[in-house]
């Protein structure tokens, strides 16, 4: 048997903590038998994310010649034996389809990038212009023209590339992979006088956590019975944030970064996402943590923003209201916390959803075709092939 052509990735820091949808992602292929190798220019969360297959260009103190030669050609010795064993480009990131772009082109191989979020406000923002942006400024409208392959998280993500100019025809939805397994719900939460509403998330703008602690304030307030969780990885604006609470006079409890995500997830009864769009035009993908916390029949409370209602079915999987609205933010979290059998009803529902459009299967499936579409004369997955992704993909990387 033909073994399958070896995929290759570029994600320039091979992964930061809260990236493990990318990780979930490699996992799945490999358990499907597509061989792939990353190129990056720093490896990172080693120990969280350890099983890849990974070409770092920063590894030793003498490799930084070759990384930054890298950085303004896109040619390195490494990058040149990277490229040699691939038969296809992923650039994992907008921005990075610059430097894919590059490698594609010399080398002749298709080339897919896909988007996450930031990536796709970047085109409009100030920030486009910042050092490490900067090559997908100068190669946005070729990447357009040339790529082959464009993957969104969401309709919102599809339609944001429409508006910059992306070609309708080669863009695809492509949805969060999750091991669900991972969040198996057990036996329905019981009932309990006291509810956990946790976030978890970055302590960033985007994340809107100074709202879901006002939000939270107002609840308690208002007579909801609630303690508060924030589960962050230490952000730039987690003191801010910190302080904010003292001033609500609001407990919080903060566990540390390292916690692992699916017993905390366990322990909760609400998961709170009050995302906003930040003022330097930043806003969310489809996040994570809502496809995990429904996994695990957690009941949403989040704002319409971004791909968030196409995770998120108002009335049916949680409740959703306009971004930065506290008071709404705090009446959703006022009717949850007294009610358990809705609570119940919504994190049952929430979980059949994930099961029927984010299972680590449905995305491996779907990167596949795409994958087989640009490479017409291999064999990517043999026929009669069982499908076994949650359980090979499974690892404990929420935690560091």
Same mark, same amino acid.
């Given at each position: 048997?033909?073994?399958?052509?070896?995929?290759?990735?570029?994600?320039?820091?091979?992964?930061?903590?809260?990236?493990t949808f990318?990780?979930?992602?490699?996992?799945?292929l490999?358990?499907?038998?597509?061989?792939?190798?990353?190129?990056?220019?720093?490896?990172?969360?080693?120990?969280?994310?350890?099983?890849?297959?990974?070409?770092?260009?920063?590894?030793?103190?003498?490799?930084?010649?070759?990384?930054a030669?890298?950085?303004?050609?896109?040619?390195s010795?490494?990058?040149?034996?990277?490229? *040699?064993?691939?038969s296809?480009?992923?650039?994992? $990131?907008?921005?990075?389809?610059?430097?894919?772009?590059? !490698?594609? /082109?010399? /080398?002749?191989?298709?080339?897919?990038?896909?988007?996450?979020?930031r990536?796709?406000?970047?085109?409009?923002?100030?920030?486009?212009?910042?050092? *490490?942006?900067?090559?997908?400024?100068?190669?946005?409208?070729?990447?357009?023209?040339?790529?082959?392959?464009?993957?969104?998280?969401?309709?919102?993500?599809?339609?944001?590339?429409?508006?910059?100019?992306?070609?309708?025809?080669? !863009?695809?939805?492509?949805?969060?992979?999750?091991? !669900?397994?991972?969040?198996?719900?057990?036996?329905p /939460?019981?009932?309990?006088?006291?509810?956990?509403?946790?976030?978890?998330?970055?302590?960033?703008?985007?994340?809107?956590?100074?709202?879901?602690?006002?939000?939270?304030?107002?609840?308690?307030?208002?007579?909801?019975k609630?303690?508060?969780?924030?589960?962050?990885?230490?952000?730039?604006?987690?003191?801010g944030?910190?302080?904010?609470?003292?001033?609500? *006079?609001?407990?919080?409890?903060?566990?540390?970064?390292?916690?692992?995500?699916?017993?905390?997830?366990? *322990?909760a009864? !609400?998961?709170?996402?009050?995302? /906003?769009?930040?003022?330097?035009?930043?806003?969310?993908?489809?996040?994570?943590?809502?496809?995990?916390?429904?996994?695990?029949?957690?009941?949403?409370?989040?704002?319409?923003?971004?791909?968030?209602?196409?995770?998120?079915?108002?009335?049916?999987?949680?409740?959703?209201?306009?971004?930065r609205?506290?008071?709404?933010?705090a009446?959703?979290?006022?009717?949850?916390?007294?009610?358990?059998? $809705?609570?119940?009803?919504?994190?049952?529902?929430?979980?059949?959803?994930?099961?029927?459009?984010?299972?680590l299967?449905?995305?491996?499936?779907?990167?596949?075709?795409?994958?087989?579409?640009?490479?017409?004369?291999e064999?990517?997955?043999?026929?009669?092939?069982?499908?076994?992704?949650?359980?090979?993909?499974?690892?404990?990387?929420?935690?560091?």
């Amino acid at each position: 048997m033909n073994e399958a052509p070896t995929i290759g990735w570029l994600r320039h820091n091979f992964l930061p903590p809260s990236e493990t949808f990318i990780y979930a992602s490699l996992r799945g292929l490999d358990a499907a038998g597509i061989p792939v190798h990353v190129l990056a220019l720093n490896r990172r969360s080693a120990r969280k994310f350890p099983d890849a297959n990974v070409t770092a260009l920063n590894d030793s103190p003498g490799a930084c010649f070759g990384a930054a030669a890298y950085w303004l050609t896109g040619r390195s010795a490494r990058e040149r034996s990277w490229s *040699q064993r691939v038969s296809l480009v992923h650039a994992h $990131m907008g921005y990075t389809g610059a430097h894919g772009l590059r !490698i594609a /082109r010399r /080398r002749k191989l298709p080339l897919v990038t896909s988007f996450y979020g930031r990536d796709v406000t970047l085109a409009g923002s100030p920030m486009r212009f910042a050092p *490490q942006y900067l090559p997908y400024a100068l190669w946005r409208e070729a990447l357009m023209a040339e790529g082959d392959r464009f993957l969104v998280l969401s309709r919102h993500m599809r339609r944001r590339l429409l508006e910059q100019g992306y070609p309708g025809g080669r !863009i695809r939805i492509v949805r969060l992979g999750i091991d !669900i397994d991972r969040f198996t719900m057990l036996a329905p /939460r019981p009932s309990t006088r006291i509810s956990t509403v946790l976030m978890i998330g970055r302590e960033v703008q985007k994340k809107g956590f100074d709202d879901g602690l006002r939000a939270c304030a107002i609840a308690r307030a208002r007579g909801a019975k609630i303690r508060v969780v924030l589960l962050g990885t230490r952000g730039p604006l987690r003191s801010g944030l910190q302080r904010l609470a003292r001033d609500l *006079q609001l407990a919080v409890e903060w566990p540390s970064p390292k916690t692992c995500v699916p017993g905390l997830l366990a *322990q909760a009864n !609400i998961l709170l996402v009050p995302s /906003r769009t930040a003022d330097n035009g930043d806003s969310e993908g489809t996040p994570t943590v809502i496809c995990e916390a429904a996994a695990a029949g957690l009941p949403i409370v989040a704002t319409r923003h971004a791909g968030i209602p196409e995770q998120v079915v108002d009335g049916s999987t949680g409740l959703l209201t306009p971004e930065r609205d506290l008071d709404k933010l705090a009446s959703a979290l006022v009717t949850l916390a007294a009610d358990d059998d $809705m609570r119940r009803a919504l994190g049952a529902a929430g979980r059949r959803k994930m099961l029927a459009e984010y299972s680590l299967e449905a995305h491996t499936r779907s990167l596949i075709e795409i994958y087989q579409e640009l490479l017409p004369s291999e064999t990517l997955v043999p026929a009669g092939h069982q499908w076994n992704t949650t359980h090979r993909a499974i690892h404990d990387y929420s935690s560091e």
